[in-house]
């Protein structure tokens, strides 16, 4: 059973080991300063498959899954992915909110808002350098929805086999709901029209409301073109952390399975 602890600092130690483990390094992609003391945010790059693979985690604080998810899946998955893929991970872009347990970064705002302004906050200026010049084929970001016992999806697609993306999609989250984890059935999530948990950005209609959010990391990397697909995690904050943990961690498999 893992605790879900708020010490960036040990959460960090954790994957630094784990990586080391892989043969891998956690890299420190930036540093700024919080009230008057440095913080520092890590990145790893891992493997050297042919398909390249995003995954961050963290950027808002209190969605505490998504880092202990993917520390999960390092631990014990990432490597039978390490010939297929080469991954980039953040996993945590937000450590001060990450250790207050609160959605902001270090300058009091959303960070998954202000993507397209850089100058804004450090968590963005960072991340962007590290990505700066690449491309991916697939981006993953792990959230959480605090307020929701329900699990649900964003996918953008790829546009050349979105009918498939789609099913593969419904089919993870079929595996989840006969766990008796609940699935959103809404028809609109934040604005957004949603089908069975899926916030698919073909289900909208151009220039209504929900059609995207600027500013996310997501949106950043889609209209920018360094993503060709970007799908976005949601689990439950008010389910048990451990069952999110492994939402998280099954998710990751799921999507990188070979099909
Ligand atoms: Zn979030």
Redesign the pocket.
Same mark, same amino acid.
Do not use: K, L, V
């Given at each position: 059973m893992l605790t879900d602890d708020k010490n960036y600092t040990s959460l960090i130690s954790s994957y630094k080991e784990a990586l080391a483990v892989l043969g891998a390094e956690l890299l420190e992609i930036g540093c700024f300063d919080y009230q008057k003391a440095p913080v520092q945010l890590y990145g790893t790059i891992m493997g050297n498959g042919p398909t390249k693979v995003l995954i961050t985690s963290g950027? =808002?604080g209190e &969605?505490r899954a998504g880092p202990y998810g993917l520390l999960e899946f390092i631990k014990s998955d990432i490597q039978k992915y390490l010939d297929r893929f080469t991954f980039h991970i953040i996993p945590v872009i937000n450590p001060i909110g990450f250790e207050k347990s609160e959605?902001f970064g270090s300058s009091g705002m959303d960070i998954?808002r202000l993507f397209d302004m850089p100058q804004t906050s450090p968590e963005v200026k960072i991340t962007r350098n590290f990505l700066h010049h690449l491309q991916f084929q697939l981006f993953i970001d792990l =959230? &959480?929805?605090s307020d929701s016992d329900h699990v649900y999806l964003y996918e953008s697609g790829d546009g050349l086999n979105d009918d498939l993306i789609l099913a593969e999609d419904l089919n993870f989250l079929s595996l989840i709901s006969k766990r008796g984890i609940g699935i959103n059935q809404e028809p609109f999530i934040y604005g957004a029209v949603s089908r069975n948990g899926i916030v698919y950005k073909g289900y909208q209609t151009p220039g209504k409301s929900g059609e995207q959010i600027d500013g996310t990391i997501a949106d950043y990397l889609l209209t920018s073109k360094r993503v060709i697909r970007a799908i976005t995690l &949601?689990t439950p904050g008010k389910i048990e952390f451990n069952s999110r943990v492994r939402v998280q961690k099954d998710f990751l498999n799921f999507i990188l399975a070979p099909k």
């Open positions: 950027i =808002h &969605e959605r998954n =959230h &959480e929805d &949601e």
